[in-house]
């Protein structure tokens, strides 16, 4: 109704059924055609008004994306947590945030999610920066994202079987990178294979526990180029 009073708004409504998340964000890149793009859920709280500010003191056009702090909302307690980059890449990694990063529209190129529940923003974030992207901390909070609401994928048993695919779509980018480490990326690939093993089936989780292995074996083998991982950090979260 809002739209049909304002016709001339530069908002474009579609609606259609896409039956994923990722599915649904696909189609909306392929309408966007402004310069910037971020990714926002129907639940949560979305403060453009800080992200301008950064965006319009940004006089760069080499800047391909942005990542920003983002608050947490306990929808029991209502407890509201501050999440803070700190500009650490392993950070970042642990608590990606699709919500949290701000995508110049022309940077993203051919690069699209998965037609999955979860875990294809993870896939996507990972493709993104495999194509080695410029990509600034801004300290600004830009986004409330809301935790423990019923409806929410997260809660659900059928979408975690979509991780092992992701997972597989993941491990093919990654062999066209071969020696291609960097700190983010690998961080989401260890991150993901825990998750699968967490919740996937018995033969996924056998799979994925291997695959875990050989790239733990890997680390020890292979000195990256921003020193050594903290893979005991990584499994006590």
């Known amino acids: 109704k809002i739209l049909r ?14 039956g994923s998340p990722g599915g649904a964000r696909n189609l909306g890149i392929d309408y ?7 990714f926002v859920d129907s639940d949560d709280l979305f403060n453009p008004i800080e992200l301008l500010k950064v965006l319009r003191a940004s006089s760069s056009n080499s800047i391909d994306a942005y990542i920003s702090n983002y608050e947490s909302l306990n929808s029991i307690t209502k407890d509201i947590n501050h999440h803070e980059h700190r500009e650490n890449w392993t950070r970042v990694a642990m608590q990606p945030g699709l919500w949290r990063w701000t995508f110049r529209n022309k940077s993203i190129g051919n690069t699209r999610f998965s037609n999955l ?41 059928t979408p975690k079987h979509d ?11 990654r062999s066209s ?26 033969w996924n989780k056998l799979k994925s526990f291997v695959i875990l292995f050989k790239i733990l074996i890997s680390f020890s083998k292979v000195r990256l180029r921003y020193g050594k991982l903290d893979i005991k950090n990584w499994l006590c979260r």
């Open 5 to 18: 009073l304002h016709q001339n708004s530069p908002i474009i409504f579609i609606e259609k059924y896409i």
């Open 32 to 38: 966007a055609k402004g310069m910037w793009l971020n």
């Open 117 to 157: 529940s979860m875990g294809e923003d993870q896939k996507f974030l990972y493709d993104f920066c495999k194509q080695k992207k410029i990509i600034i901390f801004t300290n600004l909070t830009t986004y409330r994202y809301t935790q423990n609401q019923a409806q929410q994928l997260t809660n659900q048993i």
């Open 163 to 173: 991780l092992y695919q992701v997972l597989s779509e993941i491990l093919a980018i």
């Open 177 to 202: 990178h071969q020696k291609n480490y960097d700190e983010f990326t690998e961080t989401i690939l260890v991150k993901l294979l825990i998750s699968t093993i967490i919740h996937s089936t018995l």
